[in-house]
DNA sequence: AAGATTTATACGCAATCGCGTCTATATTTA
DNA sequence: TAAATATAGACGCGATTGCGTATAAATCTT
């Protein structure tokens, strides 16, 4: 499984998407996991720029997933994902 | 160099400022390259939790990073960093 | 294709963003 | 320790959050 790099609020969302659905939950279901509106949920998903931090924090950890911060690889997949 | 794992507000922002000293950058000079106060750069390494993913994403770009979502790996240095 | 489920959007609301600006504390350096 | 630099915190402001609640629109299932 390759790394799942985000450098965008977009790529970051479109992340939690796939992870979220691959443990095949419901925007409803993390919410309620998180205390978060399903619509909430949605618009992380679908990458808003002024999404609260504590938003995606609360997602993360509901799907067990954690950050990592690291330099830039040059020339990464995520580049791509951003070109459109 | 050992990964710098984040699983809450405070110990992203905590990287963060980790980073920009080691890149020899005040807040303000950070401020300066994203458009951002140098409060509200003060604000995110502090971890408080309402800052906007935007905010976020500036500062990792201007400091050339990138975000990694992964698994959780048990019992990883971040834990203890949780406890404070 | 119809029905059920899921996701995207909207409303008013209180809270809080980041901005622009300024000042009080640190913290560092001479 | 004095002076300089850096960081934290405040002010009012306009904009937007996430909430609570609904409903449209899109996507599965059968």
Redesign the pocket.
Known sequence: MTDQIARSEKQLGAILRRIR?QANL???DLGDQT??????V?????G?P???L??LMAALSALNLELVVRPRSKGSAADIEDLF
């Open positions: 659905k419901t925007q409803s205390h978060l509106r399903q619509g909430t949605s618009r992380l998903e679908a808003e002024a999404i609260q504590r938003t």
